[in-house]
């Protein structure tokens, strides 16, 4: 049991290992402009290593376009509407002690109430979690995870990453993310019965949904942007923001205008503020 568990968390290290040994050698790389301007534009991109970025978005993009998004596709054109939504919200209710458990570090005991609320109702009468009957009587899904509950904590970003395969992060949340898998009951209980096979599955799953659930959008996004790795940077910290703050409307970081259409609904309707 102990060595599974030591598998879960070195496997978690060895990914942030990688990222961090990658952030310091190439840390440095994109130097402090000299002008007021730049500077200003340089502090507020938060991005001090922006070609070693901008190296992996390439890198992620060539990955998307010939396996993501293709297969994304597959999963969205093969599968119903409806089918998919329950996959989704079949995901979300495996997801309940991870959030459960960020509500309560967070001391936000209202937003945990809603939680058990919604994994009980959606469990016994939503067929396993599959319906969403909670969210029909209100209590919508609001995910939590250890980046948000270090943000509340006060801790910093840190600089913009950009890891491969999973996208836009920066130290605070890939820590958190090892922090999630290394709590989550599904993943302790699959490495302690040596079924390493069903966190996988529920991870290409869940990246598949995500991916068909934006296609149109990122595709748009991509060709009204004058920059597209600067517009994903922008969007990935106005959603952060947004969602440590759980929607709050202080957000000080000046972000694209982005618009989403109405069966494709990335981020809600606080993706549409600007500024």
Not at 174 to 190: F, R
Not at 233 to 246: E, F, M, P, T, V
């Amino acid at each position: 049991m102990n060595s599974n568990r030591y598998k879960i968390f070195q496997n978690a290290r060895n990914g942030v290992l990688v990222a961090c040994t990658s952030l310091m050698l190439l840390g440095g790389c994109a130097g402090v402009p000299t002008d007021k301007a730049g500077q200003e534009a340089y502090y507020e991109a938060n991005d001090p290593i922006e070609p070693f970025n901008r190296a992996i978005f390439s890198l992620n993009r060539g990955l998307d376009a010939v396996l993501f998004k293709p297969a994304a596709t597959l999963y969205r054109d093969a599968l119903p509407q409806t089918m998919r939504d329950g996959i989704r919200n079949f995901l979300n209710n495996l997801r309940t002690p991870v959030i459960l458990a960020n509500n309560l570090l967070q001391g936000d005991v209202d937003a945990a109430k809603v939680t058990v609320s919604r994994f009980t109702t959606n469990t016994i009468i939503g067929f396993a979690g599959f319906g969403d009957p909670a969210g029909d009587l209100g209590a919508k899904f609001r995910d939590e995870d250890f980046g948000q509950t270090l943000a509340v904590w006060g801790a910093g970003e840190g600089p913009y990453l950009m890891l491969p395969v999973l996208g836009p992060s920066n130290p605070r949340d890939a820590v958190g993310l090892v922090v999630d898998t290394l709590i989550d009951p599904i993943n302790i209980w699959a490495a302690n019965t040596d079924r390493d096979e069903i966190p996988l599955a529920r991870t290409v799953v869940r990246g598949l949904d995500e991916r068909s659930r934006y296609l149109k959008t990122l595709d748009d996004l991509e060709k009204s942007s004058l920059d597209f790795y600067v517009t994903v940077r922008s969007l990935y910290r106005q959603l952060r923001n947004d969602g440590i703050r759980n929607g709050g409307s202080d957000d000080p970081i000046p972000t694209p205008s982005i618009s989403l259409d109405e069966d494709e609904q990335l981020l809600g309707p606080r993706a549409e503020l600007v500024k």
